[in-house]
């Protein structure tokens, strides 16, 4: 299974913006970007950055993969998924509803690299039923628990601290005392929080 191994922080620094990729350090003044806000390499301060319509297309994109942890391939896939439903939903509603950035959006990791983590390691199941599959897509009404929850009630305060850290979405619904979710409706474009321009991620690769 291919996975993003590169460093972390730097990418923030390539973006030119702060993503948090790392969860609690990049709240902290331990956080790379913070120390060092220009671009990584040793001409990185004195850079110029390139202020064509391609340049602007492709940073996007990047930044966008960034953000949700994934890599070209699949991240087109989304791309061609959103053709094929006639525009009906949006490219970042259709990655929004990943179940590892759901998990995220709950509060149960501190980011989505951790959640992934989680995913893969069988911590939560859906509607019941375990999924260990990050990129597998909800569905309205799906339920969301965090497997053995009564022996992870400690875990109720890190996700109140979690989602204080996080954009509160209005299309899932969040018990932080019995650690579970549900899908109450489809991500909505102000709900997604991230700043990201997705027409532009359309415009690369509609070329």
Not at 27 to 41: E, I, N, Q, T
Not at 125 to 135: A, C, H, Q, Y
Not at 189 to 206: A, F, H, P
Request: one cysteine or more; a positive charge.
């Amino acid at each position: 299974m291919a996975r993003i191994t590169s460093p972390i922080c730097r990418k923030c620094r390539r973006e030119g913006v702060k993503l948090f990729l790392k969860g609690e350090r990049c709240f902290s003044a331990k956080c790379a970007f913070v120390r060092r806000s220009y671009a990584p390499g040793m001409h990185g301060a004195n850079s110029r950055s390139r202020n064509s319509q391609y340049a602007s297309q492709l940073r996007e994109k990047q930044k966008a993969k960034i953000v949700y942890g994934i890599l070209e391939k699949q991240f087109r896939r989304y791309y061609e998924q959103m053709k094929r439903k006639g525009g009906t939903e949006s490219m970042l509603s259709l990655i929004e509803k990943r179940i590892d950035n759901v998990i995220f959006r709950m509060g149960f990791a501190v980011s989505r690299r951790a959640a992934r983590q989680m995913v893969l390691h069988g911590k939560f199941t859906v509607n019941g039923r375990k999924l260990s599959i990050p990129s597998a897509q909800l569905k309205l009404g799906d339920k969301v628990a965090v497997k053995g929850a009564e022996k992870n009630k400690d875990l109720s305060k890190n996700v109140k601290d979690n989602l204080k850290r996080t954009t509160p979405v209005s299309w899932i619904k969040v018990d932080v005392e019995a650690l579970t979710g549900e899908i109450t409706s489809l991500p909505k474009k102000e709900d997604i929080g991230e700043d990201i321009n997705e027409k532009l991620i359309i415009e690369y690769y509609s070329r």
